[in-house]
């Protein structure tokens, strides 16, 4: 199994401090923001991770994260020629999966919780798996409708929310997920929508949720970058 880490974009949320440097790049407390999600990925026993980059500021990661030797782990890198959406990022990464499960984590999201025995679980499963966290302010995330614990629909920044459940930017999936990314088309934000690749495996019946316990934010706008220090600096 293989990890994706998602550090593309433009960061335009957080300017000017993403005016000469990557958003992924600026620290959270005491460490660069993408060292969580890379080490959300080798808590679960996954060392063999591509990151995936704008090209603006590829170098940066590259003199940052090295080949991962640092962190007993194999780097590899991608470039995303312009910002094209979650799933069109995570396109990117199919010759590297090489026909292997992925387990995507987006450059911006910091947990407390570990993902290890859901990737243990998933190794024996078909499925794609989701991860959600209840948050106050779920117009801004991707929501699922729930029937139980069983995922109904998922819809992307609704104004009327039908639950309070945010989709987290931690998926599981099997490698069909870049047969399914080739048969979308752009959203209305001119984007490839990775909700539109979760409700695929929704409607096939191939979807499984599960519950964040510990504290999970983004770090992509003031805000919540600010947000994610302060959980980070209380937990240790």
Do not use: C
């Not at 992924?24 to 460490?31: A, C, E, T």
């Not at 660069?32 to 063999?48: F, H, Q, R, S, V």
């Not at 782990?73 to 292997?100: C, N, P, R, V, W």
């Not at 029937?147 to 459940?165: C, R």
């Amino acid at each position: 199994m293989k990890g994706v880490v998602l550090a593309g974009g433009t960061g335009s949320r957080l300017f000017p401090l993403t005016k000469v440097t990557n958003k992924h790049l600026l620290p959270v407390y005491n460490k660069p923001m993408i060292y969580y999600p890379i080490e959300t990925l080798l808590n679960a026993g996954i060392k063999d991770i591509l990151i995936v980059s704008g090209k603006e500021h590829a170098g940066g990661f590259l003199k940052l994260l090295g080949s991962g030797k640092e962190f007993n782990a194999k780097f590899t890198y991608e470039m995303q020629e312009e910002a094209g959406g979650i799933a069109q990022a995570l396109s990117l990464a199919e010759d590297f999966a090489d026909g292997e499960k992925v387990v995507v984590v987006l450059g911006d999201n910091v947990i407390e919780d570990s993902i290890k025995d859901s990737v243990e679980e998933f190794h024996k499963t078909d499925s794609a798996f989701i991860f959600l966290k209840e948050v106050p302010d779920a117009e801004r995330f991707g929501v699922v409708e729930l029937n139980g614990s069983k995922v109904v629909s998922i819809e992307e920044k609704p104004k009327k929310p039908k639950s309070d459940f945010a989709v987290t930017g931690i998926y599981m999936y099997p490698f069909e997920v870049f047969e399914i990314i080739k048969t979308l088309k752009p959203s209305d934000r001119g984007e490839l929508e990775i909700t539109d690749v979760n409700n695929y495996f929704v409607k096939k019946g191939k979807m499984k949720a599960n519950f964040l316990k510990g504290f999970w934010t983004d770090a992509g706008t003031f805000e919540s970058l600010f947000r994610a220090t302060e959980l980070v600096r209380k937990r240790q």
